[in-house]
């Protein structure tokens, strides 16, 4: 099994920043891909950020130049740094992780239970 644990959510005001992390733990032969997603009361859930295994970064314009997207392989963790926050970017984020659970087993998409970004204006 392949669990992913969230953390690093909270309040915080309009031009703040905050740092998720995520973390990937149990039957994994090798990581792939890397993100975070989020997905606002009413809205469908949205990418955010991916990183790839080899370190390739994309993001969702509505971000570019406010978020940054890492990953600590030897943890088997990714980040996600945010500032200068805007309440529109209020929601619950999600990270998604491509895992190869056992060498010669296809890979699979997990995801995280989510964690919840409020931004006060």
């Known amino acids: 099994q392949v669990q992913l644990a969230e953390s690093g959510g909270g309040l915080v005001q309009a031009g703040g920043s905050l740092t998720l992390s995520c973390v990937a733990s149990?039957?994994?032969?090798?990581?792939?891909?890397m993100g975070w997603y989020r997905q606002a009361p009413g809205k469908q859930r949205e990418l955010v950020a991916t990183?790839?295994?080899?370190?390739?970064?994309n993001y969702a314009d509505s971000v570019k130049g406010r978020f940054t997207i890492s990953r600590d392989n030897a943890k088997k963790m990714v980040y996600l740094q945010m500032s200068s926050l805007k309440p529109e970017d209020t929601a619950a984020y999600y990270c998604n992780v491509a895992i190869v659970p056992r060498a010669l087993s296809g890979q699979r998409d997990y995801w995280g239970q989510g964690t919840q970004v409020t931004v006060s204006s």
């Open positions: 149990g039957s994994i032969f090798r990581i792939n891909a």
């Open positions: 990183i790839t295994s080899g370190g390739n970064t």
